[in-house]
């Protein structure tokens, strides 16, 4: 009887974490924070366009951008500004490049160590660290 307890325990832990994940594509589970997550310096992987059922690879844009732990951001492409978490799926970056600040309101699918995919206007934008 024992043995079936700590089975169906584990059974509804597993069940509760795969029906709990935040983002659409998991992690399912993680001991890492999202801010511990997301810092990094991210490059482009692909770019996944749904509505079409198209995925690009290849001439992909070059930019990378860091996120940090205290939410500053920056880019190879000279813009500076900050990234903050709202609600439970949405990333916001603001930046500034030449006095012209841009705000963008991504909605997050995937944070992982090594796998950040981002999503906006039903075009899916997947990152790997540099």
């Known amino acids: 009887m024992r043995n079936f307890t700590i089975v169906f325990m584990t059974f509804v ?3 509760a974490s795969v029906s709990c994940t935040k983002y659409e594509d998991g992690p399912i ?3 890492r924070s999202k801010k511990t997550r997301i ?3 991210w490059k482009y992987e ?3 366009y749904v509505e079409q059922n198209s995925v690009v690879t290849e001439n992909l844009p ?3 951008f860091t996120c940090n732990k205290d939410g500053s951001y920056s880019d190879n492409e000279d813009s500076v ?3 903050k978490f709202s609600g ?3 990333l916001i970056i603001s930046k ?3 006095s012209v600040t841009t705000e963008t309101k991504w909605e997050i699918i995937k944070l992982a160590k090594k796998q950040l995919w981002l999503r906006i206007n039903k075009v899916e934008h997947h990152f790997i660290p540099k």
């Open 96 to 98: 500034s490049k030449n």
């Open 46 to 48: 692909s770019i996944i």
């Open 62 to 64: 070059t930019i990378e």
């Open 39 to 41: 810092a990094n310096t």
């Open 81 to 83: 500004g900050t990234w």
């Open 88 to 90: 439970e799926v949405d």
């Open 29 to 31: 589970l993680t001991f």
């Open 13 to 15: 832990f597993i069940a």
